[in-house]
């Protein structure tokens, strides 16, 4: 038979691609502290995606601003990948893979194919999570079958290369029954485990649980990649009303002539708005007597300091939430009136949104002046941004109440990334040990227990409060810890700026 098509022969490349990623993976994370080895990956995995997409991106792109989008993730991707080598915050940590992997597979939805839903509409976040949910296993046999394939191609071209792809592919079949049935064996028998055991540090020098571990992960990771990008390469697209449907010069789907959604009536509305604002009003007007005055020492009669601060915190919190919810429905979902309703549609959520304002002012004092108090925790520090992040989707509310020529989605959703990356950026651990210190030189009050549960971005602010303060033993028991912990991430994958830093 003749030679693969080049097609074909991609596709080959591919699958061998995704084995050396799988390889690759397994050597920078089975047993490895995170570090370096997460910008490398990742960086590794966009090369297999390109090399995969070659001459498949761009074209036609339905939904504007789509593939723009796309783009503009690499920094938000960028950035969350080299936090994990440059901080040691344990949330992070946690938080930034499950972040990294819905970034990047939003993004390479967007690369590989920008006209399938418009970024921004929930539609698009249900077909995000049946992309890597569902879509991936629906092709399991994809990379078997290109083996196969291969296998056949080079039937009768050269007898050797034959005999060999046709080995090679019953050793891939055979794999997965091998090592059921060495685990079985191993389980039954001391002495062959002794002797898998001694084959496993022969060959990775590990025992063979790490090397059942690290193959169970290449093969793992090698074929859901694979199917990944089988499934990006070959969607099923739902074409025939495309050229039907019309599109806004923004770039959304024309309501069909007939087809009106259900909205509030204007007056009804209007009411609404109108009592809740009332409420509103007496509220900030109260809120901004207490604030200035309790900035002051006048705390209301009765009221102990600690008391003031802690109460209505999260009340008003919820109640911000709630706010952004009606103006949703304010925007969207009222009814279009004479002018003069309409007017007074703008009024009223404008005047909701100022209100808004002032109750994350008064919450965000609230949380201040407990924190004099009580010293300062990550999610304290965690709720003050949360705060701040609200108070800016306000602003922008406020002005898509009277600017409504761009989509309110498309700004949070970008806002919403943005304050994520900037959050991780803000080194949460270090600033908390900052202020608890400054409090300490104040008040003389300090958490030692707390002081010592942070990551080691806070260690060189203790280090400091250690030489000022060498009777305080915990300090230096809190740096031994910080420094053994940088003794045993000694494998280059998991090198950390924050840890190197303790290093002797």
Request: charged share 20%.
């Given at each position: 038979m003749r030679d693969p098509a080049p097609w074909q022969r991609r596709y080959n490349n591919m699958w061998i691609l995704s084995v050396l990623l799988g390889v690759l993976g397994q050597y920078l994370f089975v047993s490895r502290p995170a570090g370096v080895s997460v910008p490398i990956f990742v960086a590794l995995f966009y090369v297999l995606f390109f090399?995969?997409?070659?001459?498949?991106?761009?074209?036609?792109?339905?939904?504007?601003?789509?593939?723009?989008?796309?783009?503009?993730?690499?920094?938000p991707v960028?950035?969350?990948?080299?936090?994990?080598?440059?901080?040691?915050?344990?949330?992070?940590?946690?938080?930034?893979?499950?972040?990294?992997f819905i970034l990047i597979v939003a993004q390479t939805m967007l690369l590989a194919r920008g006209g399938s839903q418009p970024w921004h509409r929930p539609r698009f976040i249900l077909e995000h999570v049946k992309q890597w949910l569902v879509t991936p296993f629906a092709h399991l046999t994809a990379p078997f079958n290109t083996m196969a394939d291969w296998v056949n191609s080079r039937r009768d071209t050269n007898k050797a290369r034959s005999v060999a792809g046709k080995v090679g592919f019953g050793l891939m079949l055979a794999a997965p029954l091998l090592f059921v049935v060495i685990l079985l064996l191993a389980s039954a028998d001391g002495i062959f485990m002794s002797w898998m055991n001694g084959l496993g540090t022969l060959f990775a020098g590990d025992s063979i649980d790490s090397v059942v571990s690290r193959i169970i992960f290449t093969c793992c990771l090698s074929i859901y990649v694979f199917c990944y990008l089988w499934g990006l390469l070959f969607q099923k697209r739902k074409t025939a009303d495309w050229s039907a449907t019309e599109l806004t010069p923004d770039g959304e789907p024309k309501q069909r002539p007939g087809v009106e959604r259900e909205k509030f009536d204007p007056i009804s509305a209007a009411t609404v708005l109108v009592c809740v604002n009332i409420v509103y009003v007496l509220f900030a007007a109260i809120q901004f007597t207490y604030l200035f005055g309790a900035a002051e020492g006048l705390l209301p009669e009765g009221t102990a300091y600690a008391e003031y601060a802690r109460r209505g915190f999260t009340e008003l919190v919820i109640v911000a939430l709630i706010n952004i919810g009606v103006l949703l429905v304010g925007l969207h979902f009222i009814g279009k009136g004479s002018a003069l309703f309409e007017r007074l549609r703008q009024v009223m959520l404008s005047v909701l949104m100022g209100c808004t304002i002032v109750m994350l002012i008064s919450a965000y004092s609230r949380l201040s002046?407990?924190?004099?108090?009580?010293?300062?925790?990550?999610?304290r520090l965690l709720v003050h941004g949360f705060m701040i992040f609200l108070g800016v989707l306000m602003a922008v509310a406020f002005v898509r109440i009277w600017y409504t020529r761009f989509s309110l989605a498309k700004i949070y959703i970008a806002i919403a990334i943005t304050s994520y990356v900037i959050m991780n950026f803000v080194n949460i651990d270090a600033r908390i040990a900052v202020n608890n210190i400054a409090r300490f030189e104040e008040t003389g009050k300090i958490d030692m227990y707390y002081l010592g549960s942070l990551s080691a971005d806070a260690a060189p602010a203790i280090a400091k409060l250690y030489e000022k303060y060498p009777e305080y033993t915990q300090l230096g028991d809190i740096l031994q810890g910080y420094e053994g912990e940088a003794q045993r991430r000694k494998h280059w994958q998991s090198w950390n700026l924050s840890y190197h830093r303790q290093l002797p």
């Open positions: 090399y995969a997409m070659k001459g498949r991106m761009g074209g036609f792109d339905r939904w504007r601003g789509q593939s723009r989008m796309g783009w503009f993730l690499f920094a960028a950035l969350l990948s080299m936090t994990f080598v440059l901080f040691a915050n344990d949330l992070f940590r946690f938080l930034n893979p499950l972040a990294l002046l407990y924190e004099e108090i009580y010293g300062y925790t990550e999610l």
